[in-house]
């Protein structure tokens, strides 16, 4: 019988390696997704693209230095294989490490053509001795999950939806393992995303060179090359299809169609880039494990600029990481949660800190100016008197017999609301047609309770008060908000990263007319135990769309691309204080600038429009630039 077991087991391995013949690297697309839903991802791209140009183009800056980056391994199993071992662990590292000091020995394989640009990227990598709390840890954090597999959405990086949560990206590069669906092996979050999802994660059969590594994925490059994007390095062909119209931003390597797979043949030609072709050889192409084996001195240069002065990367040079903390410390305490919440009590608990005497708990209400300290002789805390409906932050700190810690990260949780809590009250709302009315000026608490829930409200303006504020709040993770028409038509969203408010203010508002409001999670994202709280709120007077405090009428320029998505021509409507000289720049999804014009603004209402025939279908960013301010709005070309 056990012979069978393991027959069965095997096949089944044999199976998910056969269906992951051809690499699929999930990277493109999730940072597509991030540049469509997340505005301050769009302009942190833009400022890293920005400060990588000014580094290429000033050789003064390059210093040659190895850099050590402490990382931590997540390994989230749902069955006894996908907990792969120390050992397996070890042979990653060693494959990381290798390929990114060119020490690795096949990358004299390289064609003699392309020798001469093989670079040695100084990264080198090391297992985090301690954690973010100052603790002692091997740099692997193992977390057995109920959920079978895990998708490009991110659930993989947050406890709460069976996975594990985020250790300090200004510190460690963060490393998931776990069983990815969709024969997607691998993918990376490109600098400048959000804090809670930076990283890299990996499947757990395209991981290191041993255990349930799957040939021709099971020499660890699929780790090399998903590292890479997460040091800003793009597909080598470009991400265009096979128009040949594509770049990976970097200048020494050839212009190429498309990826390509398995172990093309020297040299493999495309785009007119003869006689040596496609660089194929390059860990950033999709070609098999065993036959990629070189970065190139460009994309060196690449990674080089992210650890200057103000680099998206740099603060990786300062961190503790690598250092084994100092034996008998007060470590910070971890591992911080709340149970037993009520409307008016909760009960704070944490993981216990080695040479603790006692531990010291400070809590108040989000965003307070001062907190309530207390004290606790165990590592949990019973707290009453509580206010309803309210979100609470809180913290810890350990007091050692010699010394106390620093105060622990802050921790949030929300207290029930009078009269039935955090639950889906609204339900069925999942459809326009099916939105739960509401009144304007109240507060709505409610949830989203799956990766498919989304929350439709009914509101209507009155004759009194026509102008239309909507504010979501108290979010547990990163929800996004839209507003629409009678018609059904988006006239309004708001897709901040994390979970800051959210907030739409439209002006242009009729009297007594009907609006309909979506609530939805990011990437799928929900909570079953934490509500979010929504708020329509009215006025007599239009809002400031500055984000001032004060809600009357501000004049500052406010972007209003139509239409969007755009086919052959798009205008942008803004309003001016006064006649000056404004650049409209337009980028592709890459950061590279393919439209720059001057034009001079009168004050008050402006329009200009732009010819969109020669651009191709795809996602866009229009900045604007005036003597006061910078304006960042995304479009989509759909033709």
Known sequence: MKKLLLSVAALALFTQGFAQAKRNCGSHEHHLQMMQNDPAYVMARNQIESQTRDFEANPQKHTRAVKTIPVVFHVVYNTAAQNVSDAQIQSQLAV??????????????????????????????????????????????????AVASFSTNNAVKYSAQGGANIWDRNKYLNIWVCNLSGGVLGYAQFPGGAAATDGVVITYTGFGTMGTAQAPFNKGRTATHEVGHWLNLYHIWGDDGTS?????????????????????????????????????????????????????????????????????????LTSPGCTPPVVGACGVPSGLNATSITGTTATLNWAAVPNAVSYN???????????????????????????????????VQTVCNLATSAYSSIATFNTTAVGGGCTNNYESNNTRQTATTIATNTNVLSMIG??????????????????????????PFDY????????????????????????????????????????YGYNGAFSLSNCY????????????????????????????????????????????EANQNVMINIYNSIGQRIVSENNNTVEGANQFSFDLQNLSNGIYIMEMINEDERKVQKFTIQK
Do not use: H
Request: with cysteine.
């Open 450 to 475: 799956s990766t498919t829930d989304k929350d439709w409200y009914k509101i209507t303006t009155t004759n009194a008060a026509p102008k239309l504020k909507v504010t979501l709040s108290t979010l």
């Open 244 to 316: 040949c119209n594509g770049s990976d931003l970097v200048g020494d390597t050839p212009n190429q169609a498309d990826e390509n797979y398995g172990c093309p043949a020297f040299p493999a030609v495309s785009c007119a880039n003869g006689p040596n072709g496609d660089m194929f050889m390059n860990y950033m192409d999709y070609t098999d494990d065993a036959c990629m084996y070189m970065f190139s001195l460009g994309q060196k240069t690449r990674i080089e600029a992210l650890f200057v002065a103000g680099g998206a990367r740099a603060s990786l």
């Open 533 to 576: 709280t929504l708020n329509a709120s009215t006025s007599n007077v239009n809002w400031r769309l500055d984000g001032s405090e004060n809600d009357e009428l501000s004049n500052k320029t406010e972007l209003n691309i139509f239409p969007n998505p755009a086919k052959d021509k798009i205008a942008v409507q803004f309003y001016a």
């Open 96 to 145: 990381l490490n290798a390929d990114f000091r060119k020490l690795n020995a096949d990358w004299t394989n390289t064609p003699a053509v392309f020798q001469g640009l093989v670079a040695d990227c100084e990264i080198q990598f090391c297992l985090a001795q301690q954690d973010p709390n100052g603790n002692a840890t091997t740099g692997i954090n193992r977390v057995s999950t």
């Open 361 to 395: 708990v400070q809590y108040r209400l989000l965003n307070a100016a001062n907190w309530t300290t207390t004290t606790s002789a165990s590592n949990s805390k019973a707290l009453t008197g509580l206010t309803a409906g309210s979100t609470y932050q809180y913290q």
């Open 480 to 519: 996004d908000v839209r507003l629409y028409n009678a018609n059904g038509t988006q006239i309004g969203i708001s897709q901040l990263g994390g979970v800051s408010s959210e907030t739409i203010k439209y002006n242009a508002s009729a009297v007594g007319a009907t609006y309909y409001i979506q609530v």
